[in-house]
């Protein structure tokens, strides 16, 4: 019998990390609970496949079946909850300015990380008004797209731009590094339908001691409260909110930026 080589194996390996991941992400607030058909046309995988992988996530917990072929997370996740609940905690000096600034403009507050090629939201206060941006806390989104991603691009070695350019064929590394000095000297960064049609934001960055950038602070909402003077308005209260929480520090989140 011909056994398969560390690199077969390596590769087939990643492969069924990946596919469990993809199999994980089809739950969320919204669809706490998913049957076995909603789950193979979620993750696109034949059947057996995907009931091979909900048989292995079952085992130690992380994926429970609390109905005749319907799943959801297991209560392993608790762990991992509390771990990543401490790990990236925004402090409660970020927080406290956070709030203020959703106060002061009515919008969504958001604090966005870089973590390779996504942007991730790390902490965010809700808007007040009923129609209001929609952004979930830990969900991956595009780094090329969006105010708080021209924020962190302008911190990006070209390594990531180049990478950006490369995982897609309409993204040119040139505009990239253009865009992220533009916004680099501007110290804000507005977008109108950048990301979603309909969807404006401002955004600004917040800095380390040493002046590294570290996140960016945004404030988004439907494009129509996003008018000129309101504009001018949100960059400021936005641009002083950064300063703010510069100054005070993200908490314990800063220690793995």
Known sequence: MTLPSAAAAADGGVRSVTRAFDLLRAFDGEHRV?????????????KSTVVRLLSTLSAPGIITSPG??????????LRWVKLAEAMWEVGAEARQVMTALRDECGETVNIYIRQDLHRICVAQVEGTTTVRSVVRVGEPYPMTGGAAARVLLGGCPDTVLDALSEQDARVDARDLRTGAASTREAGFAITHGDRELGASAVAAPITAA???LLAALSMSGPTSRFTADRVTQYVDAATKAARQISAVGLGTVEAFL
């Open 34 to 46: 998913r049957s076995l058909r909603e789950l193979v046309e979620f993750t696109g995988l034949p």
């Open 68 to 77: 005749e072929s319907t799943y959801s997370v297991g209560p392993a996740f």
């Open 210 to 212: 040493d002046g590294r």
